[in-house]
């Protein structure tokens, strides 16, 4: 079944906040903020729970989204405006709508970078997502919609997606000492990718050069790893294993041909470990991924 990652944000006037970023363009009577239901919902204009994180099911305090508010009249009111999450709602802190300028085009993304003159339009995959935090911050996700002026004042949906693929990669451990996982090196890949905020859609930046990305562990045998969508000839996985001078070269022959990750699609692989190294390559196929990962996608199993 394919489900629909979102969020379903409403933007309302409120009072009193304090200024944070100075608009383009002269401001109106209604500030903006934002408050997110979070859960999910077959249903892309539904308000309901919805996952919105690569590690969590729900927004924290102090996580924070950059916004972009651009005017049917050519002007800009914000080009990264930070909403931080206050526990309860996302707050942009005296941001208002210019209800003199027009219908308004709204994009948005997570997670926030205060280095962006503007919602960025690529995403670099951070390589390492070793960390949880490292993890969680190679999850980008992305809005996009239109606003009437006569909406300014009212509550304004805007869903966001995972626009990334993943792979889930669960081992089978039949070894004999058992060595504790350290994690995996997926290689041969580009981790550049091109933000298309209409369509809520990524994909692979032409000019971007292969990477070697390290896997975030969920658990000993089970560990995750975000990765820009594109097609490739060739994916290969290598698994490290804990040692006292730290992660060791433990098994090599693993390799996915003739690769296609699509955006906002989770795949799953399966693997089983076994004792002596192998000598032959293993090859993978990759299935049809899963909408918005949600649910996760079986590969065959693969021994070495």
């Not at 919105?52 to 924290?60: H, Q, V």
């Not at 089978?172 to 933000?195: C, F, G, R, W, Y």
């Not at 390559?281 to 991924?289: D, F, P």
Request: hydrophobic letters at 40%.
């Amino acid at each position: 079944m394919r489900k629909f990652s979102i969020i379903a944000i409403a933007l309302w006037a409120v009072a009193a906040c304090s200024k944070e970023e100075t608009p383009a363009v002269s401001t109106g009577a209604h500030e903006i903020c934002i408050a997110a239901e979070i859960g999910q919902t077959e249903n892309p204009s539904a308000k309901a729970q919805c996952l919105t994180r690569a590690s969590e099911t729900a927004f924290a305090t102090g996580d924070q989204i950059g916004l972009r508010v651009e005017y049917a009249s050519a002007l800009v009111g914000y080009r990264n405006a930070r909403l931080t999450h206050n526990g309860r709602v996302f707050t942009g802190r005296g941001i208002m709508w210019n209800e003199t300028a027009g219908d308004a085009v709204l994009s948005a993304y997570y997670p926030y970078d205060a280095k962006n003159a503007d919602v960025p339009t690529t995403f670099a995959v951070p390589q390492n997502q070793r960390t949880d935090a490292a993890f969680a911050s190679a999850d980008f996700l992305a809005a996009s919609r239109s606003v009437t002026v006569a909406e300014f004042a009212e509550p304004v949906q805007l869903q966001f997606r995972h626009v990334l693929s993943k792979i889930i990669i669960n081992m089978t451990d039949e070894t004999a000492e058992k060595t504790p996982i350290d994690h995996l090196s997926i290689q041969n890949l580009k981790n550049l990718a091109v933000i298309d905020y209409a369509n809520r859609e990524a994909s692979v930046h032409p000019d971007a050069n292969p990477a070697n990305m390290s896997s975030h562990r969920i658990e000993n045998l089970k560990h995750e790893v975000i990765l820009a969508p594109q097609q490739a000839g060739e994916m290969k996985i290598e698994v490290y294993t804990k040692g006292n001078e730290g992660p060791t070269l433990r098994y090599t022959k693993y390799v996915v041909n003739n690769v296609e990750l699509k955006s906002g699609l989770r795949y799953k692989l399966n693997i089983t470990l076994k004792d002596g190294e192998g000598k032959e390559v293993q090859e993978l196929t990759l299935g049809a991924g899963v909408e918005d990962w949600e649910d996760e996608d079986e590969l065959p199993d693969t021994q070495i």
